[in-house]
């Protein structure tokens, strides 16, 4: 059964980094076609798709945001981490990690199947 | 980035209705789509990938359909919990894209 779980900051200053980690089990990130991604949503918007990272250890961000985020995987803890730096009053949002899986051959056959909860990160002085 | 929209934006159904939402890429996506339903509060769940393929554990009164740039979720008979809202997103190319969300409430 997979599951995952976000954990982090509820409250971080602007300009300050924020770290993320999603902590998940039921999957390893060494199988091959495994993925994990990042999505925030700000209180009352449409999701974003912010990065995600393949067992190959492929990365790969948002074009607006891809200066200030990094993504990284420790395999032998089940997790991944996201870094967000310069923290702006906008940023704040609730912040997603999901499974992704592999469905087909090709390479645009990933899609996000397994959600964490969600970690409400507020950004203010 | 591919520009994902959905509409209507918001509506109200009552229970039992076969409602749709439609969702429009601004490139050909092939069948690289997924819908997602949101309940207030919570994470969003996944209902549909490759454009028409339910998810494991989805009711069948969920169905997709559609590829290329247009594309539709329909509820063939709406319950009482599938009062929420619903995303489409494409995953064709990076950076992934999600539409901005369609609200279904009581009317």
């Known amino acids: 059964q997979i599951s995952l779980k976000e954990s982090g900051p509820t409250l971080v200053k602007p300009t300050q980094t924020l770290t993320l980690t999603c902590t998940f089990s039921?999957?390893?990130?060494?199988?091959?076609?495994?993925?994990v991604g990042w999505i925030r949503q700000p209180p009352g918007k449409a999701l974003e798709w912010l990065a995600l990272?393949?067992?190959?250890?492929?990365?790969r961000y948002s074009p607006s945001l891809k200066s200030r985020l990094t993504i990284s995987k420790d395999t032998s803890k089940n997790q991944v981490v996201l870094t967000m730096t310069n923290m702006d009053p906008v940023d704040t949002a609730t912040y997603y990690c999901?499974?992704?899986?592999?469905?087909?051959?090709?390479?645009?056959?990933?899609?996000?199947?397994?959600w964490g909860q969600g970690t409400l990160v507020t950004v203010s002085s | 980035a591919i520009r994902m929209t959905q509409s209507p934006s918001s509506f109200s159904a009552s229970t039992g209705d076969r409602v749709t939402i439609t969702c429009r890429a601004s490139?050909?996506?092939?069948?690289?789509l997924a819908w997602y339903q949101q309940k207030p509060g919570k994470a969003p769940t996944l209902l549909i990938y490759a454009a028409s393929t339910l998810q494991s554990g989805v009711p069948s009164r969920f169905s997709g359909s559609g590829s290329g740039t247009d594309f539709t979720l329909t509820i063939s008979c709406l319950q009482s919990e599938d009062f929420a809202s619903y995303y489409c997103?494409?995953?064709?190319?990076?950076?992934?894209?999600f539409g901005q969300g369609t609200k279904v409430e009581i009317k």
């Open positions: 999901a499974h992704i899986s592999k469905y087909c051959t090709g390479g645009s056959c990933y899609y996000l199947d397994y």
């Open positions: 039921g999957f390893s990130l060494s199988t091959s076609g495994v993925g």
């Open positions: 997103q494409q995953y064709y190319t990076d950076p992934w894209t």
């Open positions: 990272i393949y067992w190959n250890d492929d990365k």
């Open positions: 490139q050909s996506i092939s069948s690289f």
